[in-house]
């Protein structure tokens, strides 16, 4: 028994132990609050995620505990937890990193208390506790906000096992109740704790004897064994059933949500044979990343194909290691635990059931996995020392420069999460033939509207993969950025019939594509298939909205306008094109209402300060329109729009010269504007500028043949030129235009009339 100064001292060395890991931790994340959000998974989990960036509300509760809220895995409580990030701190990717580093620390805590109280050996618990927190394969856990479901399910593990040490202790409902609420919440963060009722009877082997097998004596006397120790285990086998019924309905229900979003991948696109080849080569691909971790990649592309030679070498080696540990059992039990830990808690990602875009392996699928490793390595290295005392400093001198090294290593690894750039160039410098790789850097490249090279990228990526409609996709969006709307129309066709959980998203780029064009029609067709697919895409409520503004149904924009609004309340878009609804509609008090919303969010936003202006312009107050549409160029000097709207502006308080200088910005910044052509060719007509004018009539025309009244402006100002023929053609143009113009059918009289008086001469 301890005595009370070695308790005392027990606990102060617990607290230091507890100080030293979470330093050692902060040492290799100190930057981590410094990392942005990547465009890998954290766009569908925070960033572009409605319900997540809603915040913590009975509505966004309710989707996450649905099986059919469109994503791809149901763990409600890493939802939530995002949601709680978003109310907190909104899109400060930084406090978001830290919310994972701070469950790590917790996690690594636990881990040390959890060993230490099993098995009393408070110095293999620490090497094994330093071990998770700076191992470089859990970087990834840590460093990735997407991977909240990893460090988070993984705290609901530490607590389900304290809760069991609890339990076994002083068995009784009330106890075992604490495990399954525990076991249930982690469960909710990610179905990987499936296999722990599992792990539950390795520790009751080990450390916790719970049972014998024969031959092998606990020392632990004070244990109540039933003689039969077949029917001891029995009874602790029966004892998990009702965990392992939680296990069941957690897989139930991601298999489920997997099935609804279309991400289970069928044995037809990936062999069972190669599945089980690559599952045996990975077990020992896994031990060599604990070992010797370098080469580390955020993607390991799934092979076509495994070598014969590998698979049998990788099954020989399990099956050498697994029969020497069974060997091993009476003087080293640890040694069974912590390898069947390893075996059993990463078959669920192992790759025999695949979903989406799986890889050949994951470091994050080892953060709890290698804790089982961790224990063979920390108890094997310390019954070694028992054998050879003498060595204790060197031992000691060793462990130090090994975890030394682990947090350089892990250091580095986390500077390449900085960012999606950093992170994909990374990984395509470690792997080979990595198309999802290629296809993220495109992506971030395509952010950065470094379109050619983002072009390079996802043509890469579909060379080395074919059939990746995400990489269509992607090149779909950088075509629709080059406007070459039939390339991208196409594009998006490829990756519609690759693809079979993403019609919605790729009917509304079909939609977009043909708005684009001006084919309204053919988007709205597009644009509901997106809505009915997905009723809460507030992208595509967004695109139709802009579809029926522009085939003059305002009121009907507005509705689907205030729907997306629901689904994104902080979008200023939305809020800008929901306010221009309004203004068309004449509800200038509505229009002024949701602009002034969008500013109070993005004071600095150039699209609202110009929405802003119109809304004075419609009122007649030119002095203020004048005022917002300065500032709206001022923060983007190369807004074309508002510079346009200026000159009207200026036009309308007779100041002229200024007026033709803004058109002529516009006319620099696009040449092919029609309007701005047409309006200065106004301008230099009533000025009598008519060589001018008709210059900008005509290139007006150039990108906008069908306008009647520009037709006829061109006419008229080629009669002023004695271009009689001319003048006529373009005004009869104009009445082809619009039969009922009134003004042009009286001009083509007389100037019919003048030529044939000119004729008769």
Not at 192 to 219: A, N, Q, S, Y
Not at 434 to 443: E, R, V
Not at 577 to 594: C, D, F, M, P, Q
Not at 662 to 677: N, R, S
Request: net charge neutral; hydrophobic share 45%.
């Amino acid at each position: 028994m301890l005595s009370k100064l070695d308790l005392i001292h027990s606990k102060y060395l617990k607290i230091i132990i507890f100080v030293l890991l979470t330093f050692i931790i902060c040492v290799v994340y100190q930057n981590i609050h410094k990392n942005d959000f990547i465009n890998f998974d954290d766009n569908l989990y925070v960033t572009d995620n409605p319900h997540v960036r809603e915040g913590f509300s009975l509505n966004s509760i309710i989707w996450a505990f649905s099986v059919n809220n469109n994503t791809a895995y149901w763990h409600p409580v890493t939802w939530i937890s995002h949601m709680l990030d978003c109310r907190f701190f909104n899109l400060n990717a930084g406090m978001h990193h830290l919310t994972n580093l701070v469950i790590h620390i917790a996690n690594t805590l636990l881990l040390f208390l959890l060993l230490q109280q099993m098995t009393g050996a408070i110095w293999q618990s620490t090497i094994v506790a330093a071990l998770f927190a700076v191992h470089p394969v859990n970087v990834d856990s840590v460093a990735w906000i997407a991977e909240r479901k990893n460090v988070l399910s993984t705290l609901f593990w530490m607590l389900s096992m304290l809760a069991y040490i609890y339990y076994t202790r002083r068995p009784g409902i009330q106890r075992y109740f604490l495990i399954m609420l525990s076991l249930s919440i982690g469960l909710m963060a990610k179905s990987m704790l499936v296999t722990l009722p599992c792990v539950f009877l390795l520790l009751d082997f080990w450390p916790l004897h719970r049972f014998e097998l024969p031959g092998i004596k606990t020392g632990n006397s004070k244990l109540k064994k039933h003689p039969n120790y077949l029917a001891s285990l029995l009874y602790l086998v029966l004892e998990k059933l009702p965990l392992l019924l939680l296990s069941f309905i957690a897989m139930l229900l991601s298999r489920q949500s997997l099935q609804n979003y279309h991400q289970l991948l069928s044995t037809a696109t990936v062999p069972m044979d190669l599945r089980i080849s690559n599952a045996l080569i990975t077990y020992v691909k896994y031990i060599f990343k604990i070992v010797w971790p370098q080469n580390l990649s955020v993607f390991y592309p799934f092979p076509e194909s495994v070598p014969l030679w590998q698979v049998v070498s990788a099954s020989a080696f399990l099956l050498i290691v697994t029969g020497s540990v069974i060997l091993l059992a009476k003087k080293a039990p640890y040694l069974v635990v912590g390898w069947f830990w390893y075996l059993g808690v990463l078959f669920p990602v192992i790759g025999l059931v695949q979903g989406g875009l799986w890889p050949e392996m994951a470091d994050r699928w080892l953060y709890v996995p290698a804790i089982g490793l961790f224990i063979m390595i920390s108890w094997s290295g310390t019954a070694l020392l028992a054998k050879f005392p003498r060595f204790k400093l060197v031992f000691a001198s060793l462990t130090v420069m090994i975890i030394a090294t682990l947090m350089l290593t892990a250091g580095k690894q986390v500077s390449h999460w900085k960012n999606s750039k950093a992170l994909f160039k990374h990984a395509l410098d470690v792997t080979t033939d990595n198309h999802a790789a290629h296809f993220h850097l495109g992506i971030e490249l395509l952010n950065a509207n470094n379109i050619d090279k983002a072009i390079e990228q996802f043509n890469q990526a579909l060379a080395i993969k074919n059939n990746f409609p995400e990489a269509q996709i992607g090149l779909g969006d950088a075509m629709m950025k080059k406007s070459d709307f039939d390339k991208a129309i196409d594009c998006y066709h490829q990756a519609l019939w690759m693809s079979i959980n993403q019609e919605d998203d790729l009917f509304n780029k079909l939609g977009n594509a043909f708005f684009q064009k001006g084919l309204f029609e053919q988007a709205l067709t597009y644009v509901k298939k997106s809505l009915k697919e997905n009723p809460d895409n507030p992208v595509a409520g967004n695109n139709m909205g802009n579809i029926l503004i522009k085939m003059n149904k305002p009121d009907e924009a507005v509705t689907y306008y205030q729907q997306a609004l629901q689904l994104k309340p902080d979008d200023t878009e939305l809020l800008n094109n929901l306010s221009n609804a309004y203004l068309i509609t004449g509800e200038i008090r509505k229009a002024v209402k949701y602009l002034n919303q969008a500013l109070t969010i993005e004071p600095q936003k150039a699209l609202t300060l110009n929405n802003i202006g119109t809304a004075y312009f419609y009122q007649g107050q030119y002095n203020q329109a004048e005022k917002f549409y300065l500032s709206a160029i001022e923060i983007n000097p190369e807004y074309s729009d508002a510079h346009f709207n200026l000159a009207l502006v200026l036009v309308r308080r007779g100041k002229i010269d200024p007026a033709i200088e803004q058109y002529l910005e516009v006319i620099g910044l696009t040449p092919d504007h029609a309007k701005a052509h047409k309006n200065l060719a106004d301008i230099y007509f009533n000025t009598n500028q008519i060589d001018r004018a008709i210059d900008h009539y005509r290139k007006s025309l150039d990108s906008a043949s069908e306008n009647p009244q520009t037709n006829f402006n061109l006419g008229i100002a080629l009669y002023q030129k004695n271009d009689l023929s001319a003048s006529i053609r373009y005004i009869q143009k104009a009445l082809e235009l619009n039969p009922g113009y009134a003004q042009a059918e009286a001009a083509l009289k007389e100037l019919l009339a003048t030529e044939k008086t000119a004729n008769c001469r």
